[in-house]
């Protein structure tokens, strides 16, 4: 909550009389109470209260200024009880909403959540058109965590807006019952309460999009779904589903997808030579490109992109995605066309998104550099970066630097020797001189840093599955399965533990029966990730059920194109007959990436040349 601060100087109010000094001493104390997500759809009040407030100039008769003046006088004094009446009665004479609003502020400031309420219902009472009334009556109650209550003041909030200002409001419900414990008592409330709503053309997709999101909150992903479906049915151009939709792709929930694209079809991002924030339709469309890089389905990310950089040039955050994406492809001078473009809007936005962007912009200029062999200007660029939160990501790019010009033992020295400004920096020095390790393929020194982070954290679960990692590229495979087990039994839920072991198996064409139980319990644990389902699928090929095979790698591999999940469905298409086939999705896969071992251990096997 925010105070509400008097324009009157505390070194001067002693000189002012006693009705300006009442006036300074109320508007320094009065709250803003309603806030939260209701802001977001209206703000509550004003943040200064005028030293020319109507109820004071006008109408405070002396009795009443008398009353104010000794409820202030017994707040600051330590007895907010008696302040409180004292202003809830004077709110019942004046009828004001700044007066109830300070008995509500002295209720909450005292932790009397039941006074609180009894103040804001009064005030909804007796001001019947007052939406902040119910604003504080709906929020009290939710705080005293009672949403089955919260049925009539939700309607009547509704009922007195009209258009995008409804929207907005039925759009801030989700958040403002986030933190109520009974979830599925939320869910009945808010879903009667929208039943007006869910009727009308203009609001029927904002509803839909809330009553789904809170169906998600409750990992109830299907329902949601189904809402999100809803919504759209009702107003296929509306942002509002579509963003549920993007939060349902992000899940791996199948079918949210459509709900985005056709949303995108209905009603495309609009083209603007000048606009420097993005609409709702270029929020969907460029949140739509992240999953899509997320995804690794770099081209359809591509398409996006660029038709954002086409129809919006002065938006800033599609040129670095671009960037990053032409990097990845080694489209170094696209690359850095289109970093020069996202430096030169960034560098006209000091907020704090910006800084980030310009940091990741250095680092990938670096990164640019560095490939060019330029390491002079690739320091540079580095040495742009003064950020303490992105030191590290810069330090590891020069120990990179390094590396590559024979220097790892010095860049390995730079990296332990950065100070510890923060307490996860000694994990974190840890972590990024083993990965450093693993990019330049020194595997038994990757393993050995793992080690030594794992004694210094021993309950660290990433650190120890990254040295299970490494103990299999050194050959210790029973090190790696001793490992794996023993993450698995500290946490049971360790979809990664289960599929690597049980891959490791099925690569080595061991177990093979243990190895697919192990997959099958990561598929329970993480149904929807690719990655699992190409272990499933690449243990089904070793265990001679090609058919089953082929049918879980193209699903895996339509979910989310990778060159490992390539080469796997290459080889199966390969077995089968398929060689065109095989040959087409091993190409993909090159172009996904040119350089992965599975892919090219696979074709050098096969003897192929795609």
Do not use: C
């Amino acid at each position: 909550m925010n105070t509400l601060h008097s324009p009157v100087s505390q070194r001067t109010s002693r000189l002012l009389p006693a009705r300006r000094l009442l006036q300074g001493l109320i508007s320094a104390s009065l709250l803003l109470a309603a806030g939260g997500a209701w802001a977001q759809a209206k703000p509550a009040v004003p943040e200064t209260i005028s030293t020319e407030t109507a109820w004071l100039n006008s109408s405070l008769t002396a009795p009443l200024f008398y009353q104010l003046l000794l409820g202030e006088l017994n707040v600051q004094s330590g007895d907010p009880g008696t302040g409180y009446s004292l202003f809830l009665d004077a709110a019942r004479k004046q009828r004001s909403e700044e007066l109830y609003q300070r008995a509500v502020d002295i209720a909450l400031q005292a932790r009397s959540g039941d006074a609180a309420l009894t103040a804001a219902q009064a005030w909804s009472k007796d001001l019947l058109d007052s939406n902040e009334a119910d604003r504080f009556v709906l929020q009290i109650l939710l705080a005293l965590n009672r949403p089955g209550d919260t049925g009539p003041v939700l309607r009547s909030l509704l009922k007195r807006t009209t258009g995008s200002e409804r929207n907005d409001t039925i759009n801030a419900i989700p958040l403002a019952f986030a933190r109520v414990v009974d979830k599925p008592l939320a869910l009945k409330v808010v879903r009667e309460s929208l039943a007006l709503s869910l009727e009308q053309p203009e609001s029927a997709a904002a509803a839909w999009t809330t009553i789904g999101r809170m169906e998600l909150g409750q990992d109830l992903e299907t329902q949601a779904l189904a809402s999100a479906r809803k919504g759209q049915a009702a107003n296929s151009a509306s942002v509002f589903p579509a963003l549920l939709g993007l939060e349902l792709m992000e899940r791996g929930v199948d079918g949210a997808e459509a709900i985005v694209v056709t949303q995108l079809k209905a009603s495309p991002p609009p083209a603007s030579s000048s606009a420097t924030t993005p609409s709702q339709q270029s929020a969907v469309a460029l949140t739509y490109a992240r999953i899509l890089l997320d995804l690794q389905r770099n081209p359809e990310a591509r398409a996006q992109l660029e038709g954002l950089t086409a129809q919006q040039p002065k938006l800033a955050e599609p040129w670095l995605l671009l960037a990053t994406l032409d990097v990845q492809d080694n489209r170094l001078p696209n690359a850095t066309r289109d970093l020069e473009t996202y430096m030169g809007l960034a560098r006209t936005d000091g907020a704090a998104p910006a800084v980030r962007g310009l940091t990741q912009a250095y680092l990938l200029m670096a990164q640019i550099a560095e490939k060019q062999k330029d390491f002079t200007a690739a320091n540079a660029w580095l040495d742009r970066i003064e950020n303490a939160e992105d030191i590290m990501a810069a330090q590891m790019r020069r120990a990179s630097l390094l590396a590559r010009q024979g220097q790892m033992k010095e860049a390995r020295a730079m990296l332990r020797n950065q100070p510890e400004r923060r307490p996860d920096d000694a994990r974190l020095k840890l972590v990024v001189e083993g990965q450093l390790l693993r990019d330049f393929k020194a595997w038994q020194d990757a393993f050995d840093v793992y080690g030594e982070a794992v004694k210094r954290f021993p309950e660290d679960d990433d650190l120890l599955y990254d040295q299970a990692m490494m103990a299999e590229k050194i050959e210790q495979l029973d090190t790696m399965e001793q490992l794996l087990r023993k993450l698995i039994a500290r946490k049971p839920d360790h979809h990664h533990a289960y599929n690597a072991l049980g891959y490791s198996l099925a690569e080595r064409g061991q177990r093979l029966p243990e190895a697919k139980a192990l997959i099958e319990k990561a598929v329970e644990l993480e149904p929807n990730d690719a990655y699992i389902q190409d272990s499933l699928g690449w243990v089904e090929f070793r265990m001679g059920n090609a058919t089953q095979a082929l049918s879980i790698l193209k699903a895996a591999y339509t979910k989310r194109p990778d060159p490992e999940i390539a080469a796997h469905l290459g080889e199966v298409l390969w077995s089968q007959g398929q060689q065109d086939e095989a040959k087409r999705v091993w190409r993909e896969g090159l172009l996904l990436s040119s350089d992965n071992e599975t892919l090219h251990a696979t074709l050098k096997r096969l003897k192929v040349t795609p």
